[in-house]
């Protein structure tokens, strides 16, 4: 019942001593060990620095995980995620000695893991040490170096290299658009104009990509009269408005609640040649969803499957999710069926969420359909999920069917939670069942006996 990345990271509970015998229980789990295996096993779970580089010290002497660069830019991500920057530099280190070379992707991602972890000045060492590892200080690199940083919300250190580093590296427009973008998502729009002032008295010319983080800024500080002005002067600038630009100016009228100007805006694309993409539909079905204009958000749904634009996984979730908090099912029904056929796939969260409301409403014959398609899709089932079907079954009356998903989740290992087995039991004493009430007590008590054990068993590690 384990997974492949449980029975290698077990090995480590254990606390064996010494790395020949952490060596030989890896090789004892008999598991084909790829790269796959190796990404979910480091970024999963709680294992120390010390265990992670062991473990990849050992996957890579198996023949189906190659020593590649692409395996140690996976370690250096895990270990700069859990701050175990000791480590990491051990290892990059060694890669520069003795292969594979670190790319300007792997460097990448060490000053990333500084950056995220507030310790700016490291990853600024390491961007003007490039070439101790043999990768240029150009005008790629500064610019992805600003890009990793200005996420990251570092903007100020960014703008201060801007300046450290001119006449050392050429800038193009992409450097001062970064730090545009930087300020804008701060909102801090003062900060933009003396950015987009320095950029234009340096001989460069804003692009789309430029005016979009503007209108973005402008937004965010509050200044939709003036986004729509630099919106509008766009095409005489030699900038028509592009996607991107109309998808900046609807979430600036959803921030401030004027839905019917977003709505404008997504008329005006279709004139002006410029396909709605999935941002667009995606920002302006969550805000019809957010102020409960269901009607509206299931007809824009619409519209993108009719112009083949395919939601995400995620995208659908996100849908979901809200429509399950209010009202009927129904609204979150009809999404689910129209992306079926459309062939969209659905997440395991939002199964549970369509499994919930409909058995909170009693709709058990639609519960047991979704129920039948979240298995054709490869999705096991869960605790949650027979405790939704469990309840479905007990909110319209059909108790032996409830008894039998509830033994039938007894038998999988789930123990179902104790508001849902009193609900049931309550049911059955009430239809004067007690023998059978009596039965599922003794079953119940039985499975939170071996649930209680298991927990015990995982703690200390007894189940490898």
Request: net charge positive; charged share 25%; aromatic share 10%.
């Amino acid at each position: 019942f384990l997974s492949e990345d449980d029975k290698l990271r077990g090995v480590f509970i254990q606390k064996l001593k010494g790395k020949a015998s952490i060596e030989a229980a890896l090789s004892s789990t008999k598991v084909n060990v790829t790269s796959d295996v190796v990404y979910r096993v480091l970024n999963k779970g709680n294992l120390g620095g010390e265990a992670m580089v062991t473990f990849f010290s050992w996957a890579i002497t198996q023949p189906s995980c190659p020593k590649d660069l692409q395996n140690y830019n996976i370690l250096l991500r895990s270990l700069g995620r859990r701050k175990y920057f000791d480590h990491m530099e051990r290892v990059l280190h060694h890669m520069n000695k003795e292969g594979p070379k670190p790319s300007l992707e792997t460097m990448l991602i060490v000053m990333g893991s500084y950056s995220r972890a507030h310790r700016v000045s490291k990853a600024i060492q390491y961007f003007e040490n490039l070439e101790e590892f043999g990768l240029p200080s150009d005008t790629g690199a500064f610019n992805v170096f600003l890009k990793s940083l200005s996420e990251r919300g570092h903007v100020r250190v960014a703008t201060s290299l801007l300046h450290t580093f001119e006449g050392k590296i050429p800038f193009d427009t992409t450097t001062y658009t970064i730090l545009i973008g930087g300020w804008s998502r701060l909102g801090r729009i003062s900060e933009t104009e003396k950015i987009w002032a320095a950029m234009l008295s340096n001989g460069f010319q804003p692009d789309c990509s430029t005016f979009n983080y503007l209108l973005e800024g402008l937004g965010r500080a509050g200044r939709i009269d003036n986004a729509i002005a630099v919106f509008e002067s766009m095409g005489e600038k030699g900038c028509p408005p592009n996607t991107s630009s109309y998808n900046a100016m609807i979430c600036n009228f959803i921030s401030c609640g004027a839905l019917n100007e977003c709505v404008k805006y997504y008329a005006t694309m279709s004139e002006k040649h410029c396909a709605p993409d999935i941002v667009t539909y995606t920002k302006m079905i969550g805000a019809f969803i957010k102020v409960c204009r269901v009607a509206d958000a299931l007809e824009m749904f619409d519209s993108m499957l009719g112009r083949g634009v395919i939601p995400s996984t995620g995208t659908l979730t996100s849908f979901i999710e809200p429509l399950c908090k209010f009202g009927p099912p129904h609204a979150a029904l009809e999404i689910y069926r129209k992306a079926k056929k459309v062939g969209c796939k659905f997440s395991v969260k939002a199964y549970k969420l369509l499994l919930g409301r409909l058995a909170r409403f009693g709709k058990c014959g639609t519960v047991l359909r979704v129920w039948d398609d979240m298995r054709t899709d490869g999705h096991s089932s869960d605790k949650e999920v027979y405790e939704c079907v469990i309840d479905g079954f007990c909110n319209i009356g059909q108790l032996d069917n409830a008894v039998l998903a509830l033994e039938e989740a007894l038998s999988l290992g789930f123990c179902p939670n104790k508001v849902i087995y009193s609900k049931l039991n309550c049911k059955l004493l009430d239809a004067s069942k007690v023998e059978l009430a009596y039965k599922l007590y003794v079953k119940i008590k039985e499975a939170r006996r071996n649930e209680l054990s298991r927990k015990y068993w995982f703690a200390n590690g007894w189940h490898f």
